[in-house]
């Protein structure tokens, strides 16, 4: 791992609906290994990155313009010294956005894609001969999204805490980092995935396909926590985040965490939970997205 992954900082939520109802709520502060690779893609990028410089390869790999992974892969690459190629999707804007200045400031080369050829070489990466992309690069996926990215968030489950969680939740955005927590999870654990984009329908599909096999009954879809969709946001959504920070001091991003911790308040005041469980929310990072927002939106 190219950060320190043994003291992910565990934050237990307290107020009184909680004592009340007897539940146990912890958040894993991923997002705390490191302010840009920060989260999940840490651990999705972990073998990949581990190929690439044990082959001394260039990275290739694909994303929107507030793509966290880009953002993740362009720091790490720099970090290892290893030359790496974002291919973006969209035409190039006349400004960048601030997470792709970032990513130029990390060295990554950027490649602007339209939107209809980006979704036929992101889809089928290895398989294209990409024009100034040296032969022999190492292809990421977008979003990590392969068997290589779960295997890697399957050490997510390797913290202590996750052992004695009843519940273990996450945002889904590829299913990736949901796959790799199924990779681990026991008999006696549920996963809980929470979609952030709308009309998600082929999770087993991509399960099967990252895992090798099906998913068995160990895993709960909430898949009307979206907001309107990837990236869409809402008043509500807004002001929860801003309370939650207020409360308990956690940050959210408005694309995955925020959308995920309002699901689990929700069915917590909706009695989903069982009295005397715990449950292990994955802060995933991401935070470096809400510079999208406007000004003065966020509290913090
Ligand atoms: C990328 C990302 C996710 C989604 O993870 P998947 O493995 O693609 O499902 C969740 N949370 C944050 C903050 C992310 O950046």
Redesign the pocket.
């Known amino acids: 791992m190219l950060f320190e992954t043994n003291n992910i900082p565990i934050q237990e939520l307290d107020s009184r609906l909680l004592r009340e109802k007897n539940i146990k709520v912890k958040v894993a502060r991923l997002d705390k290994i490191h302010p840009v690779i920060?989260?999940?893609?840490l651990f999705?990028l972990h073998y990949f990155l581990e190929a690439a410089r044990r082959h001394k390869q260039p990275i290739v790999t694909f994303g929107g313009p507030y793509s966290?992974?880009l953002a993740a892969t362009a720091y790490a690459c720099r970090l290892t010294g290893l030359t790496c190629f974002g291919v973006v999707r969209g035409e190039q804007p006349s400004a960048l956005s601030a997470t792709l200045t970032r990513c130029v400031e990390d060295g990554m080369k950027l490649m602007f894609t339209p939107r209809k050829e980006y979704s036929e070489i992101s889809q089928h990466p290895g398989a294209r001969n990409m024009p100034g992309v040296p032969a022999g690069s190492l292809f990421i996926p977008e979003?990590?999204?392969s068997p290589t990215?779960a295997k890697g968030?399957s050490l997510i489950m390797d913290m202590p805490a996750a052992l004695d969680a009843s519940f273990i939740v996450?945002?889904?955005?590829?299913?990736?980092?949901?796959a790799g927590l199924l990779q681990k999870v026991t008999a006696a654990q549920q996963v809980i995935a929470v979609p952030?984009l709308k009309n998600l329908t082929d999770i087993p599909g991509r399960l099967l396909y990252l895992n090798g096999k099906p998913a068995n009954d160990n895993i709960i879809v909430w898949d009307h926590y979206h907001f309107g969709g990837y990236a869409k946001k809402t008043q509500q959504l807004i002001r929860f985040m801003n309370e939650l920070y207020e409360q308990h001091g956690v940050p959210t991003?408005f694309?995955?965490?925020a959308k995920m911790m309002f699901a689990v308040m929700d069915k917590i005041n909706a009695g989903f939970f069982p009295r005397g469980c715990t449950i292990l929310c994955l802060h995933?990072?991401?935070l470096q997205?809400n510079q999208s927002l406007e000004k003065d939106q966020l509290i913090f």
């Open positions: 920060s989260g999940n893609k999705k966290n992974h979003g990590g999204y990215g968030a996450t945002a889904l955005g590829t299913a990736t980092t949901t952030v991003d694309v995955y965490t995933t990072g991401g997205g």
